[in-house]
C-alpha cells in the first residue's frame, strides 16, 4: 500500500497555523487528527493550532502520523408495495453490519431478499450480514416480493371421472381446466322407474282380470 506523506512548514510567530486535512484521504474514513507515532492513538486535532512551544519542542522537523475515523452510515428499509414499518440502523465502515429481520408483509407473496433499487435484482438475503454498502451518508434498501402459487383442485361433486389439478400464480390470470367429469341425467332415471311401475301397474291388472 502506498503510504502518503507531504511535507508542511509552520513558520514560528506566525498566527492562524493549524494542523489540517493536508489533502489525505481513505476509503470509508474521515481524517480527524494526527499521532505522534504510526498507529498510536490521536494527539492533535485537525483544527488545533500550532503553536510556537509546538515548533520549538520539534525543530527543526517533526513526523506526524494521519489518524483516521472509519465512518458510520444509515440503511433505511423500504416496503416496495408491502405493508409495514422497519426502523433505520447504523453501521460503521469496515464493521461487519447485521440486517434487521424483515418486518413487511405483502398480500399473496412472499418477501425474497433486499435490493439497492425498487426494481432491482436481488442483492442481499434476510437477516443477512454485510459490510461497506455506502462509504458515509445514507442507503435505502428495497424489499423485494415473489409472488405465491397456489393449486386449484377440482371435485366430482357426486359425478364421475377425474381432473387434473391447476397451479396459479397470485397476481395473474388462471384459466380452469375445461370439465371432464359426467353424471347420469337423474331426470331420465326417474323416468324410467315410472315406466317400469306403470308397466307393473298394468301386469297386475291384467292377473285380477
Known amino acids: 500500500m502506498l503510504v502518503q506523506k507531504k511535507e508542511v512548514t509552520y513558520l514560528y510567530g506566525k498566527e492562524n497555523q493549524a ?8 476509503t470509508g474514513y474521515t481524517l480527524t487528527g494526527y499521532s505522534n507515532t504510526n498507529g498510536g492513538s490521536k494527539n492533535y486535532e485537525v483544527t488545533n493550532a500550532v503553536t510556537g512551544e509546538f515548533i520549538d519542542k520539534n525543530y527543526p522537523s517533526k513526523t506526524l502520523y494521519a489518524v483516521f475515523t472509519a465512518n458510520t452510515y444509515k440503511i433505511a428499509f423500504n416496503n ?6 422497519m426502523d433505520t440502523i447504523t453501521c460503521t465502515y469496515d464493521k461487519d453490519c447485521t440486517l434487521t429481520k ?21 442483492e442481499y438475503t434476510n437477516n443477512e450480514t454485510v459490510k461497506n454498502l455506502v462509504t458515509s451518508g445514507n442507503i435505502t434498501l428495497y424489499a423485494k416480493w415473489t409472488a ?5 383442485t377440482y371435485n366430482a ?6 381432473m387434473n389439478k391447476t397451479t396459479c400464480v397470485y397476481d395473474t390470470n388462471c384459466t380452469l381446466a ?11 332415471q326417474v323416468g324410467q322407474k315410472i315406466q317400469q311401475q ?10 285380477k282380470t
Open 19 to 26: 494542523f489540517t486535512n493536508n489533502g489525505f484521504s481513505k
Open 80 to 85: 416496495n408495495g408491502g405493508t409495514g414499518s
Open 102 to 122: 424483515n418486518a413487511f408483509t405483502k398480500t399473496g407473496y412472499t418477501f425474497a431478499g433486499w435490493s439497492k433499487t425498487s426494481d432491482g435484482e436481488i
Open 148 to 152: 405465491n402459487t397456489y393449486t386449484i
Open 157 to 162: 361433486n357426486g359425478g364421475t371421472g377425474t
Open 178 to 188: 375445461g370439465n371432464s367429469f359426467t353424471k347420469t341425467d337423474i331426470h331420465l
Open 198 to 207: 306403470e308397466h307393473h301397474m298394468q301386469l297386475v291388472q291384467q292377473l
